[in-house]
């Protein structure tokens, strides 16, 4: 397949509709998080980017999928999910381990990403205790997505290009690996620096 067939108006316009969400969290995280060190208010921007991801673009996928499936939808939103559908067919028919998952995913996950967006902005004690919970729930669901499918060998899974393997299965879906390993790793040495400064006043 040509790259011309391959970046159909569908795919060039999913591929913008991400890309806008990611000035608009940046915005919102030098709005929000003016007060806070540069690196948190990095992280802000994932979130208020991850927040935006979870609520205006998972949540219809679980809607289109409870009321129907994404293939046969006409949800303004349903040709993001059709496009993505070509790499990996499960989300156009309502697969119930990818629903299920979702469900949990825009629910659990959009509570503590929000949760952590408050923590970090007030400072607050528990911040780290729910960067931790929210990090293994997102590299939890990475792992369910895939690895059932790899065990049976992948036969929902499109790889024949590299807009298929590379853009939407690997990039859309290891930055939600990648980035919730950096903030476990964060979490860790946090949690490292409080206990040796503990450690320190107790000693004097």
Partial sequence: MSDQALLSPAALTSLLLC?????????????????CPPLDRA?????????MVHFTLKGPFVYM?????????NHVLS??????????ARWLHSDPTIVSLEILTVTLDGILILLLIHAIVKDKYYRHFVQITLCVCELYGGCVT???EWLIGSPNLNTSNWLYL???LVFFN??????????????WQAL????QKRNVKKSQ
């Fill in 19 to 35: 890309a806008a969400q990611v000035p608009l969290a940046w915005a919102l995280a030098r709005g929000f998080g003016q007060h």
């Fill in 174 to 187: 290891m930055i939600w690996v990648v980035v919730p390993g950096l903030l476990l790793w964060q979490s």
């Fill in 43 to 51: 992280l802000l921007g994932w979130l208020f980017y991850d927040a």
């Fill in 166 to 168: 590379w853009v939407y």
């Fill in 65 to 73: 999928s409870l009321v129907g499936t994404v293939a046969q939808s």
């Fill in 79 to 88: 040709f993001l999910w059709q496009e993505y559908g070509k790499a990996d």
């Fill in 192 to 195: 490292q620096e409080m206990h």
């Fill in 146 to 148: 895939f690895c059932p």
